[in-house]
T-cell receptor
Framework: DTAVSQTPKYLVTQMGNDKSIKCEQN?????MYWYKQDSKKFLKIMFS???????INETVPNRFSPKSPDKAHLNLHINSLELGDSAVYFC?????????????FGSGTRLTVV | KNQVEQSPQSLIILEGKNCTLQ??????????LRWYKQDTGRGPVSLTIMTFSENTKSNGRYTATLDADTKQSSLHITASQLSDSASYIC??????????????FGKGTHLIIQP
């Protein structure tokens, strides 16, 4: 199936740990994104990334870093996890940056920091 | 600052009834507008997409309207079903330069359909 897939779906970890969330898309899209959805269900962009450019939302702590081994993958690495990092993280992809047609979301990773 | 405001914040209706969700935006210039449905525990899924020149777009029981002059959009759901219970998110795309993702998201309307 063509899709944006994320793993794991659920992640429970202790404060201070380092964790990664993986994302893969087989849609042939050029751009991938990471979003954070807090308890109020508001989606906030964290990063957008393609082979040429990384755009970082200035509010994202530098403990968060995207890593892209190739165009189809954009992983999210988080260092020194904090309680406030608990949220649902969504990966998305689009044909090109800001191109809303075909913009597709993954099913999310629920991160719980204890 | 580009904004997308949605109303109501939450809505409860009985199964079989119709409802209309509102989206007002200040994004300008404006490229296109999309409505997403997000089921609990799932990622947002696209319902409709409209360019600035389109007035209406339907997808089954979902009909979106757009008034680019007043910068308003609505999503009308006909003959609601229990499976329509979800959050509905309005997303506006400005020309390139609109931020880290080029999009502006509304905060969503949480819709609950009661039997």
């Amino acid at each position: 199936d063509t899709a944006v897939s994320q793993t794991p779906k659920y992640l429970v970890t202790q404060m201070g740990n380092d964790k990664s969330i993986k994302c893969e898309q087989n849609l042939g899209h050029d751009t991938m994104y990471w979003y954070k959805q807090d308890s109020k269900k508001f989606l906030k962009i964290m990063f957008s990334y393609n082979n040429k450019e990384l755009i970082i939302n200035e509010t994202v702590p530098n403990r968060f870093s995207p890593k892209s081994p190739d165009k189809a993958h954009l992983n999210l690495h988080i260092n020194s996890l904090e309680l406030g990092d608990s949220a649902v993280y969504f990966c998305a992809s689009s044909l090109s940056w800001g191109y809303i047609d075909g913009y597709t979301f993954g099913s999310g990773t629920r991160l719980t920091v204890v | 600052k580009n904004q997308v405001e949605q109303s109501p914040q939450s809505l409860i209706i009985l199964e079989g009834k119709n409802c209309t969700l509102q989206c007002n935006y200040t994004v300008s210039p404006f490229s296109n507008l999309r409505w997403y449905k997000q089921d609990t525990g799932r990622g947002p899924v696209s319902l409709t997409i409209m360019t600035f020149s389109e007035n209406t777009k339907s997808n089954g029981r979902y009909t979106a309207t757009l008034d680019a002059d007043t910068k308003q959009s609505s999503l009308h759901i006909t003959a609601s079903q229990l499976s329509d219970s979800a959050s509905y998110i309005c997303v506006v795309s400005p020309p390139k330069g609109g931020g880290a993702d080029g999009l502006t998201f509304g905060k969503g309307t949480h819709l609950i359909i009661q039997p």
